[in-house]
């Protein structure tokens, strides 16, 4: 895995020198998704968006053109439900509502599985917060621009989002003590139940309307010319606020259809919008529902019955749902599942019947209507990212491989490059590992130096600390 | 205790034997940082302040004279952010501070709960005001009885910014000298900012407890901070017929604060930091620095005073030998030590900080790992002084050998940061104190009873 890490830090030198450039991949298989395959096709991407799809596209002067005969262009893979390159902690999982928090605060560009990510032709991520809380924090859509700092990283335009979860992972209160002995005994966390859980949603979605109420009133008295004092900004009620005006995506983590029906409800009282519900194992029982408020499906394959809630479910979930006019996506919400997006959706055409369009719909236009951004990414249309992904063989195919990943027409993924550079990279590496084995005997000269124990303040590289049992994501 | 008390005789007749005489230090090499090194000159040091300064200062009768020959004199040096002077400080009873302190530690909770932690009561939210001790002054914890003060002296430490240390708001920092008869002498200034230290506790533990949680936490005490300048503001211009607002001892804290100090060890960290600190309305301090070869441009454009941390990143003493560093750490490993001298080239203003190195020899071999790291030894010198003088806004007082300044001088024999230099004298507010060899060499691993009181107890508190 560390070999991994540091082909990775190489590559991104690599692809630092080859800015956005007018490409054109020719005579490849073109999966559009939205237009049907085209057979023999050439797609120009100009200017980082796609300029031309079909067969016969010539390159203009200065082009690059990559050869795609007997290869498989498809967009670039989407994934719903991530939580890769997140410095520290997932969650805030103290409070029953940490909206306050924002992921985008903590994205970390130099997360390796960015560039795993890369190297199965996923291309953009929702990130989310983990599911410890009823109310979750503030989630935002990236690109998976390898090599960019933080704000590189985020995809411009697409509306950021706020976790829900619902369920066994929020009514989750905290260690009792002795009883389970997993450490000192804490004061309990409210909630303890499902219907705790929904009484946390519900309050604080009216305390986002006092709040919103009472700037309205605030803003009302300045405009007679008064001098009251505003109401204190809070963190926490913003972005609920922004939820009620539509301005912010809610993603809710959830399994049991009742709960799915509960939130809905709430959804429909306050005036609100669910966008997806994420997971949501049981989604084929209310899909009508589902497809009635608006709402997306962002579900797993084929994986259940991890958890007592998740006992109740089958493969067919995901056609089922798509079948009842719901739009349906497959997500990872793993760092190991996003590498194999495109392998999922064999598994929905195994299950369910879907044809190969609709099946790859799934991790590309699907995902994209999903989080709102389909009229920028998705599909292979002239106008949109050149976001674009090529495959040794088709993408449904369990021996197919990842040649090349572009974003924005430039290149992030190179198959050939990534295995060429290793040699080199090893020596680099091995350079170091000899510089401090040299460096590590002389301090045994001055003998009796107190050596220090404790570490750096942040271990550079280190993967963030391992899910534990109870986060569940 | 005896040696304490041992030491606190020695610095009361110093100062009463040496406060009423002029010092003259004459025929020294001086380094002024201020100015043009003077090859051979004299310092004259009067009522804890320099006098006098130059090839040809007139040297008064009955001034206790030290010949200089051999000699370097340079502005006594400054930790840019310490605890030193705060007994106790080292090293937080159940390890308040995270592992590796300064950067945000995300990576792993702290394994012990500090008792006091386990015992309060749980955080619901930032109204709940968690880990904030805002109002918590320096200058009001530092006794001159910090066993740390003589090995710090002892590697040519004469000031410290020091700052209290518990929380994410730790409180209200001082300029303080490292030595003096009472508490109050050593107050040279305060305050001089507030630090923020991010804390990740546990799953269940209390808010925040999670890295972007603090910072949310953060930013949500500052915009109270606005509100509540803005109230007063609204109330004290509308006193007759507005409600009063509330007194806010946390807040109270934060406004005292001329400037916030916020870490960032990682390339990532310093990003997210130069995004995050315009936000706090108020002029901030970057602190940890080790990865930040990768970002000095970044640095450069943000114009933001730095501070690096002594404690260079190494490999873990225990580590498993099949654990393989992955490439980043062994770069990082390799190239923090390089930061000063890059920060140097690119004009950034920069300083360092003890980050709990706190023994003479492990200090100058901290400070040495940054000149063959490629820092010139003017620049080194200047980080040490004046240039923290400056970041802190006391360089009218503090950081360079000029006449009115505060008499803080070292004098050494050789250069500073070649191995064999010894630490001759200290001078503080124009008191003299002469290092012993045993301090300056360090703690004896095996017979540390008896070497003397320098390595400090870890953990008493």
């Not at chain 1, 073109?30 to 120009?44: D, M």
Request: charged letters at 25%.
């Amino acid at each position: 895995m560390r070999r991994l890490v540091s082909i990775g830090l190489l590559i991104c030198v690599v692809v630092f020198s080859s800015a956005a450039e007018t490409i054109l991949i020719r005579n490849a298989t073109v999966l559009t998704i939205t237009k049907g395959t085209v057979e023999n096709g050439s797609v120009l991407v100009q200017d980082g968006k796609i300029a031309a799809v079909g067969t016969n596209v010539s390159a203009p002067a200065g082009a690059m053109v990559v050869d795609g005969t007997g290869k498989y262009l498809m967009p670039g893979i989407i994934d719903c439900h991530s939580h890769t390159a997140v410095e520290g902690s997932v969650n805030e999982g103290s409070v029953s509502d940490s909206s306050m928090v924002n992921i985008a605060d903590v994205l970390n560009p130099e997360d390796i599985n960015i560039y795993r990510g890369l190297s199965g032709g996923l291309t953009v991520s929702n990130v989310l917060h983990g599911s410890a809380n009823a109310i979750g924090g503030q989630t935002i859509v990236i690109k998976l621009r390898w090599g960019k700092d933080a704000k590189g990283l985020i995809f411009e335009g697409a509306k950021p989002g706020i976790k829900f979860a619902l369920g066994e992972n929020p009514k989750r209160q905290g260690y009792p003590g002795e009883l389970f002995s997993a450490g000192p005994a804490r004061e309990r966390r409210y909630p303890g139940t499902r219907m705790g859980v929904e009484e946390v949603i519900r309050d604080s979605f009216t305390e986002a309307k006092n709040y919103q109420a009472d700037w309205k009133e605030y803003n009302e008295r300045v405009g007679r010319g008064e001098h009251p004092i505003p109401p204190e900004k809070d963190l926490r009620l913003e972005p609920l606020v922004e939820v009620l005006e539509g301005k912010r995506y809610v993603h809710a983590h959830c399994y049991r259809s009742d709960e799915i029906l509960m939130l809905i409800r709430i959804a429909d009282e306050m005036g609100f919008k669910i966008r997806t519900f994420q997971h949501v194992l049981e989604g084929y029982r209310v899909a009508k529902e589902i497809a009635e408020h608006g709402a997306g499906a962002s579900t797993f394959s084929d994986w259940w019955a991890y958890k007592i809630e998740a006992y109740d479910a089958t493969p067919y979930n995901a056609a089922m749902m798509a079948r009842a006019g719901v739009v349906v996506s497959l997500n990872s919400d793993s760092d190991e599942l996003q590498r194999h997006l495109n392998l999922e959706c064999s598994k929905v055409m195994r299950y369910g019947g879907l044809n190969e369009t609709e099946a790859l719909s799934m991790v590309t236009i699907n995902p994209a209507k999903q989080l709102g951004i389909d009229d920028k990414v998705g599909s292979i249309e002239v106008g949109k990212s050149g976001d674009l992904v090529l495959f040794d063989q088709h993408p449904l195919s369990n021996y197919s491989k990842v040649l090349k990943v572009w974003i924005d027409g430039q290149e992030y993924f190179d198959r050939d490059k990534d295995l060429a550079n290793r040699k080199e990279f090893e020596q680099k590496k091995k350079t170091l590992m000899d510089k401090e084995k040299a460096a590590e005997k002389k301090p045994e000269e001055g003998k009796g130096e107190p050596k220090k124990g404790a570490g750096p303040g942040g271990k550079a590289g280190k993967k963030k600390e391992a899910a534990k049992p109870e986060e569940v994501q | 205790m005896k040696h304490v008390y041992v030491l606190a005789v020695a610095a009361l007749s110093a100062y009463a034997a040496d406060l009423p005489t002029p010092i003259a230090i004459r025929d020294a090499r001086v380094v002024t940082v201020s100015g043009a090194e003077i090859p051979k000159g004299a310092v004259l040091l009067r009522g804890g302040l320099i006098q006098d300064v130059g090839p040809n200062v007139s040297i008064p009768a009955g001034a206790w004279v030290i010949d200089g020959t051999g000699l370097t004199v340079y502005p006594g040096f400054i930790d840019a952010l310490s605890t030193w002077g705060i007994p106790g400080a080292a090293e937080p009873a159940g390890g308040g501070r995270p592992a590796g302190a300064p950067g945000p530690a995300p990576v792993t909770p702290s394994p012990q709960t500090p008792p006091a932690q386990a015992q309060a009561p749980r955080s619901h939210g930032p109204e709940d005001r968690p880990q904030t001790y805002s109002f918590e002054r320096a200058a009001d914890l530092v006794s001159p009885t910090d066993r740390r003060l003589e090995a710090a002296r002892a590697a040519g430490f004469t000031t410290a910014a020091t700052f209290p240390n518990r929380g994410i708001f730790e409180g209200l920092g001082a300029m303080v000298n490292l030595a003096g008869e009472r508490s109050r002498d050593m107050v040279i200034a305060e305050p001089i900012g507030q630090q923020i230290v991010f804390r990740t506790g546990g799953f269940f533990s209390g808010f925040p407890n999670s890295l972007m949680g603090n910072i949310a936490y953060v930013r949500q005490l500052y915009l109270d901070l606005d509100h509540y300048k803005q109230a007063h503001q609204i109330y004290d211009a509308h006193v007759s017929g507005t409600r009063r607002p509330e007194y806010d001892h946390d807040l109270e804290g934060l406004a005292r604060s001329p400037r916030v100090l916020l870490p960032a060890m990682e390339a990532q960290q310093i990003d997210r930091i130069l995004s995050f600190g315009p936000e706090l309305k108020t002029p901030f301090i970057v602190y940890g620095l080790h990865e930040a070869y990768r970002r000095i441009d970044e640095l450069k454009r943000a114009n933001v005073p730095v501070l690096v941390s002594l404690k260079w990143p190494e490999k873990p003493k225990d580590q498993d030998p099949a654990d393989v560093p992955n490439y980043r750490e062994l770069e990082m490993w390799d190239r923090a030590p390089g930061v000063p001298g890059l920060l140097a080239k690119a004009q950034v203003k920069f300083g360092f900080y003890s980050d709990r190195v706190d023994t003479a020899p492990d200090l100058k071999k901290a400070l040495k790992k940054a000149v063959d790291g490629g820092l010139s030894r003017a620049d080194a010198i200047r980080a040490l002084t004046l240039s923290v003088a400056e970041m802190y806004g006391l360089s009218d007082r503090l950081g360079s050998i000029d006449k009115g300044k505060i008499a803080n001088l070292v004098v050494m024999k050789g250069d500073a940061f070649d191995d064999k230099t010894t630490v001759e004298y200290v001078f503080i507010d124009g008191v003299q104190f002469k290092p012993s060899k045993e301090t300056q060499k360090g703690p004896e691993k095996k017979e540390g009873a008896t070497t003397g009181p320098q390595k400090p107890e870890r953990g008493i508190n």
